[in-house]
């Protein structure tokens, strides 16, 4: 009948839910903390070291480029997402309070602010998240059953993922609580004078066996393009 709005189709509610979805993920984009990487002086080695971070802990990145957007997908992504970073809470929080404590490596001053300035930027990062959550568990219901289920059994099964330890290394992969460490304190790693100090201090911090061997660090730096010590081959004598 003429004035009668046209019914929308379950095919097109759950394409436009997805959308909508996209687009709330973009809105806290700018709320996301911000490691001391300046775009002005940043090197190419820190740069890469944030792009493969961002592959292992915020799979959310990939959804301007995915072809395909699916109920399982997202709600996949959400819960993840919300996993990690309900325990990059814990853990920022308890290497301030190891520090403090005496338990753990001791930060200097520099590192302490840092590691508290990021903290104060993730708790409003967490809050946006939250609220993405509540906005996308809340609207699901909305959904056919088949959609609704797809969506909560894979937010489930993401925000499972979360760590049981309280190392960096336990999220993302083995490598994922170096890639913190380089992109918290690369300025002063710019300083080390070979990767065998890196090496050494990646020890202190997370430990001989989650660190590795001299050649496993090696790789890393090789990978993501991260050279120390003095460049270039020594000038011959005349």
Same mark, same amino acid.
């Given at each position: ?51 493969? @971070? ?5 799979? &959310? ?21 919300? %996993?990690? %970073? ?12 190891? &520090? ?17 300035? @990021? ?16 906005? %996308? ?13 797809? @969506?909560?059994?894979? !937010? %489930? ?8 330890? $309280? ?13 913190? !460490?380089?992109?918290? !304190?690369?300025?002063?790693?710019? $300083? @080390?004078?070979?990767? &065998? ?15 590795? $061997? ?25």
């Amino acid at each position: 009948m003429e004035g009668e709005k046209e019914e929308i189709s379950p095919e097109q509610r759950r394409r436009d839910w997805l959308r909508r979805l996209v687009a709330e993920f973009e809105k806290i984009e700018p709320f996301s903390p911000q490691w001391d990487v300046p775009d002005k002086d940043c090197p190419l080695w820190v740069a890469n070291v944030e792009s493969k @971070f961002g592959e292992a802990s915020f799979p &959310a990145a990939k959804l301007k480029t995915s072809k395909v957007l699916t109920p399982r997908l997202l709600g996949a992504i959400l819960g993840q997402q919300c %996993a990690y %970073a309900v325990w990059l809470m814990e853990w920022l929080s308890a290497q301030i309070e190891a &520090a403090n404590n005496g338990t753990g490596r001791l930060l200097t001053e520099e590192e302490v602010q840092k590691t508290e300035a @990021f903290q104060d930027a993730f708790v409003k990062w967490y809050s946006a998240l939250r609220r993405l959550a509540k906005i %996308a568990l809340c609207s699901s219901v909305d959904q056919s059953y088949e959609s609704m289920s797809e @969506f909560l059994t894979a !937010y %489930a099964q993401g925000f499972a993922k979360k760590p049981k330890g $309280n190392m960096a290394a336990d999220i993302g992969g083995t490598n994922f609580g170096i890639y913190v !460490y380089l992109l918290l !304190y690369w300025r002063s790693i710019e $300083n @080390f004078k070979s990767v &065998a100090e890196l090496h050494s201090t990646l020890r202190q911090v997370f430990g001989e066996y989650r660190t590795g $061997n001299l050649k496993r660090i090696e790789k890393i730096c090789e990978r993501v393009g991260l050279h120390l010590g003095k460049r270039g081959r020594p000038k011959k004598p005349r």
